[in-house]
């Protein structure tokens, strides 16, 4: 009788075309939370800029949390990569299942801390009253949302990790969708539904995090997915798999929680700029996120194809796929940045803020667009890392980076009060921060006898 392992080949192929065959559908994953975001400011934009502006610091706020999940699913992912090189397909199963588990732990756990700590934090670090209660409000229903999100970065984390990639497409679509038209009838009151204004934004976020949520559960089911990796035969806690997990987990946790953290601080010293530096850090802030989706995308790539060609015992290839990534992350990325500095004014009137908002963001985008450059080959150096197993590895090269990056934005928007064109320069040297360590770690070879 035929068996799992026999009926199924996850091993990889270092090939461009199975670089983009990975990349691309996990780029329009990674851009629907970007979408939801970006329609949200769009809507909200059109509102006041003050709803602008607070958006800006809520939607990093909820960031945190949710690259917490993140976090959870590279690490759950590389282990995955790893089975699926190894060709140990009836491992996939119990691991899936088991961070499934961490993830809704941290979920409530992450509800329980918006209610109670938030609120706190906010009215300690903002200045205005009228935008720290406005943020506080939409937090408290936002926040309900990181159950479903967890739960859809584990479906990544399986999906990325098995070379499924593909089916990422469908929730992409059910969820972006239905943002889009439950943001237009919550905000403004349409087609019989409640006007909600700023709050409606979160409650829309939330039910279509639900639905793109149970329409890729759905895919997973009808196409046999769940019956060929036994996702759901075993639900009972696995100790071993679970620590596993999260040994190979929490560092790109805390990786993930600090850079966002540098981010949110950020976000709190431009708030001391005023409202208007607020809200045009806010647009880029969608820029670079929505753009960027593409270079994630293929760093989640690195991820996944080094992991499983170093379960293939291919170590010494692992430079020629890593060239091969940052050949296509960089040419997305250049041109992305060309178009961007050609039609600032497309990118930055769909916001409705007028031309002296417009012509005060242009610089900003600029600065910006090059970091988007320097961003393309920097983090997949660093997901190359991950890739190997050595997330310890990973959390000591962000905290390199972070330290810089945070004394640069205390200084310049702080201390010397300089514009935020200066201030959004700590991302050059945030990625180039980040660049130099990964770069040695991988060409040191250290990594090759790891075992995870």
């Keep these: ?28 994953a990674i851009i629907v939370p970007q979408l939801n975001f ?26 945190v949390f949710a690259v917490l999940g993140i976090g959870l699913n590279n690490g759950l992912q590389a282990l995955i990569s790893r089975r699926a090189g190894e060709n140990r397909i009836d491992e996939i199963g119990n691991l899936f299942s088991q961070g499934i588990r961490i993830a809704f732990v941290l979920a409530v756990t992450g509800i329980l801390i918006t ?16 935008i720290i ?17 967890y739960l859809y970065q584990m479906r990544n984390a399986l999906l990325v990790g098995t070379n499924q990639s593909k089916y990422l497409v469908i929730g992409t679509a059910a969820e972006a969708i239905s943002n889009i038209v439950l943001d237009y009838c919550l905000i403004y009151g349409k087609f019989g539904l409640p006007q909600l204004g700023f709050n409606g934004a979160a409650y829309a976020s939330v039910i279509a995090e639900f639905i793109g949520l149970s329409a890729i559960f759905l895919v997973i089911h009808y196409k046999g997915i769940s019956g060929q990796l036994q996702l759901f035969k075993n639900w009972k806690y696995d100790a071993t798999h679970t620590k596993l997990i999260l040994v190979q987990s929490s560092p790109l946790i805390i990786q993930n929680a600090i850079s966002i953290l540098s981010w949110e601080f950020f976000y709190i010293l431009i708030e001391h700029h005023g409202t208007r530096d607020l809200a045009i850090s806010n647009t880029m802030r969608n820029i ?7 270079t994630w995308a293929f760093a989640a790539t690195t991820n996944t194809m080094v992991s499983n060609i170093i379960g293939q015992g291919l170590h010494d290839r692992v430079n020629e796929l890593i060239r091969k990534i940052i050949k296509i992350s960089f040419l997305f990325s250049f041109t992305v940045g060309i178009i961007l500095n050609v039609f600032p004014h497309v990118f930055l009137s769909i916001y409705g803020q007028g031309e002296d908002f417009i012509q005060a963001a242009i610089p900003v985008l600029r600065v910006v667009s090059t970091a988007m450059m320097l961003m393309s080959f920097s983090v997949i150096w660093l997901n190359a890392v991950t890739g190997t197993g050595n997330s310890k590895m990973n959390l000591k090269i962000e905290a390199f980076a972070i330290f810089f990056y945070v004394i640069y934005v205390y200084l310049v928007l702080e201390k010397f009060n300089l514009p935020i064109t200066i201030g959004w320069m700590s991302e050059w040297w945030y990625w180039l921060a980040m660049f130099i360590p990964s770069y040695w770690y991988i060409k040191s070879g250290k990594w090759k006898n790891r075992k995870i």
């Design 1 to 28: 009788m035929e068996t799992i392992n026999d009926s199924i080949d996850l091993r990889v192929k270092i090939s461009y075309k199975q670089i983009l065959q990975i990349g691309l559908p996990i780029a329009a």
């Design 38 to 63: 970006i329609t949200n400011n769009i809507f909200l934009g059109r509102l006041s800029q003050q709803a602008l502006a607070v958006a800006g610091v809520t939607g990093v706020y909820y960031l």
């Design 115 to 130: 209610w109670v700590v938030a609120p706190v934090v906010l009215r300690w670090s903002l200045h205005d009253e009228q």
């Design 133 to 149: 209660q406005m943020a506080i409000h939409f937090l408290r229903i936002r926040i309900v949302g990181l159950i479903f999100l």
């Design 288 to 294: 670079f996120g929505f753009f960027g989706c593409f």
